[in-house]
């Protein structure tokens, strides 16, 4: 089992702030990715990083894969409500190895 | 459009039963994968396959049973269902056949099980 720790786990902010969330591991993985998960609903893929250091934005969403490809954070500039979710990373390790990470709930505040 | 159907959405169990959660998916995808998720352990694997009679074990294979006999359905058959299988499951399906490897998943909406 390849471990994905992310951090924080719960997360309350106001509206209008910023925030990062990180996804870390003592292994390698050939992709990460980023879902957002809401209440009763599976999981939806928010974006994809391949090479090292990449950085990839969608929005008021910054994505950046670490360098060594063991790590990755998301950056979310003026959070509003509609971000609030379960956020998820999965790091690909060979074909058919998916290993999520543990999570972080983020809770934005009007 | 449909993608990924889950059902039953909720289900109780008592310990010992058998049961099997239903998955279909309309988008001819290769990839099929079954995942459970527990709070503060994420998404988990339990079984995949990459194509019409082609199953493989994921990380928590032990009590689940499953098999491929369409492109479509991939149904996932718990024996002798546990306290310990309670749990929110979720399909989903990609469609190359490396779904596990850094594809983009599609999930459906998941079934809650509670087993007493």
């Known amino acids: 089992t390849q471990l994905l720790e992310q951090s924080p786990q719960f997360l309350s902010i106001q509206e209008g702030e910023n925030l990062t969330v990180y996804c870390n591991s003592s292994?390698?993985?050939?992709?990460l990715q980023w879902y957002r998960q809401e209440p009763g609903e599976g999981p939806v893929l928010l974006v994809t990083?391949?090479?090292?250091?990449e950085v990839k934005k969608l929005k008021r969403l910054t994505f950046q894969f670490g360098d060594a490809r063991k790590d990755s954070s998301l950056h979310i500039t003026a959070a509003q409500p509609g971000d609030t979710g379960l956020y998820l990373c999965a790091g690909a390790a060979g074909a058919n190895n998916l290993f999520f990470g543990t999570g972080t709930r983020l809770t934005v505040i009007p | 459009n449909a993608g990924v159907t889950q059902t039953p959405k909720f289900q109780v169990l008592k310990t010992g039963q058998s049961m099997t959660l239903q998955c279909a998916q309309d988008m001819n995808h290769e990839y099929m994968s079954w995942y459970r998720q527990d709070p503060g352990m994420g998404l988990r694997l339990i079984h995949y396959?990459?194509?019409?009679?082609?199953?493989d074990q994921g990380e928590v294979p032990n009590g689940y049973n499953v098999s491929r006999s369409t492109t479509e359905d991939f149904p996932l058959r718990l024996l002798s269902a546990a306290p310990s299988q309670t749990s929110v499951y979720f399909c989903?399906?990609?469609?190359?056949?490396?779904?596990?490897?850094?594809?983009?998943?599609?999930f459906g909406s998941g079934t809650q099980l509670s087993v007493l």
């Open positions: 989903a399906s990609s469609y190359s056949p490396l779904g596990g490897a850094g594809e983009k998943l599609f």
């Open positions: 396959s990459v194509g019409a009679g082609i199953t």
């Open positions: 990083v391949v090479t090292g250091g």
């Open positions: 292994s390698v993985f050939s992709s």
